[in-house]
């Protein structure tokens, strides 16, 4: 119930963000995008990921958008094409994932299929650690954590190699060399 | 937003609180919900905070460039060396088993170096992403 009504308010800001011209409301738009999803994740009962939006999505994000707006106007030109075909691909890959939502089992099903697999015996908690999600990411598929970890170094490895050339070059040219 | 007197006081009332909250989903991560990659978040978004209200050049005193940018890599190398010292002591790579004679202390082990990992590295890369966004319109300094 809570849930729809969270959905509800999220699908009324993607309509408004559509239609915003001014970047700064767009921002702020997409920090409230970014809370209402916290908040569904809250009301589903996954508070770590929801931590993560809210930190993340609505924060830092936030914050990373403004500082880019510093950087360039803060109103959206005019588009010189009517975004039809985008709109269609938009559209219809999204009415497809609702379509292919609609087979998945309920929410919180014991009997669905990915609850039979390897989910019982990470229940059976041989880690004994008592948050099952901590046992299973940090243990059970550590490999994968592994690997999500280095995704992270290289978003920040990469950020560095793309932002730092031109200071680099700056102060080469200060020294003389 | 340098001066404004009412930003700074709440700032540095809320600002410890944060890190601690941080802290606290590091650590209480195995009884609660969180874990390193939440933490490194709130963590990261803390400094941020202290960073926009008091002047980046302010958060770079206190994590200095050099600091951060050995975060990124120092993170990830404790976690593959998480998975070394599992084959050192004669298991298979991330198993956690081998790392104490009694093999749920030893997963309890693995997990917290892990968990300490990746809260370095996502804290890093947030920090570092932030410096770099902040800095970019700025003239060498």
């Not at chain 1, 997409?30 to 993560?52: K, N």
């Not at chain 1, 009517?82 to 014991?110: E, I, M, Q, R």
Request: glycine share 10%.
């Amino acid at each position: 119930m809570i849930i729809d009504v969270l959905l509800i308010l999220m699908a009324i800001s993607v309509l408004i963000l559509m239609r915003l011209r001014n970047l700064f409301a767009a921002v702020v738009l997409l920090g409230i995008y970014s809370f209402l999803m916290a908040t569904v994740l809250v009301a589903l009962d996954a508070v770590d990921v929801a931590m993560t939006e809210a930190a993340v999505g609505a924060g830092v994000s936030t914050v990373l958008l403004l500082g880019a707006l510093l950087l360039c106007k803060s109103s959206e030109a005019k588009p010189v094409h009517k975004p039809w075909l985008p709109l269609t691909v938009a559209v219809s890959t999204g009415v497809l994932l609702v379509y292919g939502a609609w087979g998945l089992p309920d929410f919180s099903d014991p009997q669905a299929p990915i609850h039979q697999h390897v989910a019982p015996r990470y229940l059976q908690n041989e880690v004994d650690v008592p948050n099952v999600v901590t046992a299973v990411l940090a243990s059970f598929r550590g490999f994968d954590t592994l690997g999500e970890t280095t995704v992270v170094f290289t978003a920040g490895a990469g950020i560095i190699a793309l932002l730092r050339r031109r200071q680099r070059v700056d102060k080469d040219r200060k020294n003389g060399a | 937003m340098k001066y404004d007197l009412v930003l700074r006081v709440v700032a540095k009332l809320l600002i410890p609180f944060i890190l601690l909250f941080a802290l606290y989903v590091q650590f209480h991560g195995d009884f609660g919900p969180g874990g390193g990659f939440q933490a490194g978040t709130i963590f990261g978004a803390g400094i941020i905070f202290y960073g926009l209200i008091f002047g980046v050049d302010t958060a770079r005193s206190v994590l200095p460039d050099w600091v951060v940018e050995s975060m990124l890599a120092a993170g990830v190398l404790l976690f593959a060396g998480v998975g070394i010292a599992g084959l050192l002591l004669g298991g298979n790579y991330l198993d956690y088993f081998v790392l104490d004679k009694n093999a749920v202390i030893g997963q309890h082990r693995g997990i917290f170096w892990v968990e300490a990992g990746v809260f370095i590295t996502v804290a890093g890369v947030m920090l570092k992403i932030f410096y770099m966004f902040a800095l970019r319109g700025r003239p060498e300094d």
